[in-house]
């Protein structure tokens, strides 16, 4: 069922109007007064970005019918809109409901500024996660955000602030924290946590490795049903190349995962998976390194511009050595002077674009020695209890309460992937200050760590400032 756009021409420009000149934002606070009514009620949703994650995230929730309903699609790609239109509308037809009403939408703006939706998923490409993110915790909305959480540090920093103002639900796509579909590791972080490995010297971490094109980017037709231009949103302008945008058939692995306008490659892509689970069971958490070394090849006379070949060195406030390195094999291994634990993926994917190389016995979860995994004590650190990713997002809107992989987590998360990354494109060691968020003495790091955006719509700080958040 389409969304006239005419009929909603003036809710988007009252809504945008409101972002831009402060008149939205904290002055919804009444709106958050609804968690209570949310406790007893089903949660209306808005899938935001109906792509390869989007697809996967919308898919994994809309099987939650006690909690919550679908009531809106939103892609600047209509073909995407509508597929995922007919997905939920079968869904929910075969579950034997009735009177389904599903909106679809170009504009995410005109989503979230329709009062009855509570939350929204924001499955967009990453240069655009933290504005529409954050318009939406603006907005009131309680948000399901794919990783890598924003793409720049201080959009980080910044969705952290707005989270925190309008004490919204945010839950971070970090499904390496839930049980479902990963069993490995919780219960390996949680060893690392309590200590099994007595003192932790290093964490080796592969993340995979991207490889070129291996042709030069050259100027396509812009399909009619997609808004191009829209899209490229703080981007400055540029010529339309499929292979830098998503495919027009299909929800493959799409080219801006390795176009470095619109995400970092994978530091960011699967470093925020990692470095995340690093960090968690260091304890740290709420922290990150204190100096970052890299090296890395980058992508050069192709379509795509992402790095390739990798080495990160870091050090932890903790003394462990952190090495990130395209030659290791996907996942972690924690090294301690008691012995060490190794998890990953295994044989599970998300999509059909992850890593599985391993095709033998099941080796997701092993230990130097059996006597590592054994249970742990009563008086153990345990993290929250989380069956299901999504699940987790929507009885933590339920019960008002943070969920799994919290903003003020996943944001340090990415400060750490983010600061390997200006470290592989200065080439050169920096020092890191976490409680400052920033490099220590050094302003052409620390130049990297924002954008600069083509216009005021497209500008966090004007929108922050606007909002009255510092």
């Known amino acids: 069922m389409s969304q006239s756009p005419s009929s909603h021409t003036s809710t988007r420009r009252t809504f945008v109007r409101n972002v831009l000149t402060g008149a939205a934002g904290l002055a919804l606070t009444p709106r958050l007064l609804r968690a209570t009514d949310l406790a007893n009620s089903r949660i209306n949703l808005a899938q935001i970005g109906c792509g390869r994650m989007g697809t996967s995230d919308m898919t994994e929730t809309m099987q939650y019918t006690d909690l919550c309903r679908f009531v809106a699609v939103c892609d600047l790609d209509s073909r995407r809109a509508n597929t995922a239109h007919k997905t939920l509308v079968k869904h929910y037809v075969s579950s034997g409901q009735s009177n389904i009403d599903i909106k679809i939408y170009e504009d995410y703006r005109e989503v979230l500024a329709r009062k009855d939706i509570d939350a929204v998923l924001v499955c967009v490409p990453d240069h655009w996660h933290a504005q529409v993110a954050i318009e939406a915790a603006l907005a009131g909305k309680h948000i399901y955000v794919q990783k890598p959480v924003t793409y720049s540090v201080a959009e980080a920093i910044a969705l952290r602030k707005t989270v925190q103002a309008t004490k919204i639900i945010l839950q971070t796509g970090s499904q390496q924290r839930s049980e479902w579909p990963f069993k490995s590791f919780r219960p390996a972080t949680e060893a690392v946590r309590n200590g099994r490995l007595g003192e932790v010297k290093t964490v080796k971490i592969g993340i995979g490795l991207d490889a070129p094109k291996g042709r030069p980017a050259k100027a396509m037709p812009v399909p009619k049903t997609f808004n191009y231009e829209k899209w490229l949103g703080p981007v400055e302008a540029m010529e339309f190349d499929e292979d830098r945008v998503h495919p027009q058939h299909g929800i493959g692995r799409p080219g801006w995962i390795t176009t470095e306008k619109f995400g970092l490659g994978m530091i960011t892509n699967w470093g925020a998976h990692h470095v995340d689970q690093m960090l968690w069971a260091l304890g740290l958490e709420l922290s990150g390194p204190k100096t970052i070394e890299a090296q890395a090849n980058f992508m050069k006379n192709d379509v795509w511009t992402v790095h390739s ?87 933590s809107i339920k019960a008002n309460r943070d969920p799994i992989a919290p903003i003020s987590q996943s944001s340090r998360a990415l400060e750490t992937c983010a600061a390997s990354w200006i470290s592989m494109k200065l080439g050169r060691k920096l020092n890191w200050d976490a409680a400052a968020e920033r490099f220590v003495g050094d302003d052409e790091a620390n130049s990297y760590l924002s954008r600069k955006a083509r216009s005021d719509e497209y500008d966090i700080n004007v929108i922050l400032k606007n909002a009255g958040i510092a």
């Open 309 to 395: 070949n990798y080495h990160v060195e870091m050090t932890m406030p903790t003394g462990t050595q952190v090495i990130l390195d395209d030659k290791f094999e996907n996942g972690l291994l924690f090294e301690g002077t008691e012995g060490s634990i190794f998890c990953s993926r295994g044989h599970e994917r998300v999509t059909a674009s992850d890593p599985n190389a391993d095709t033998g016995p099941d080796r997701s979860l092993r230990a130097s020695k059996s006597s590592l995994l054994s249970a742990l004590p009563s008086d153990a650190v345990r993290w929250m209890p989380s069956k299901n990713h999504h699940l987790n997002w929507l009885e």
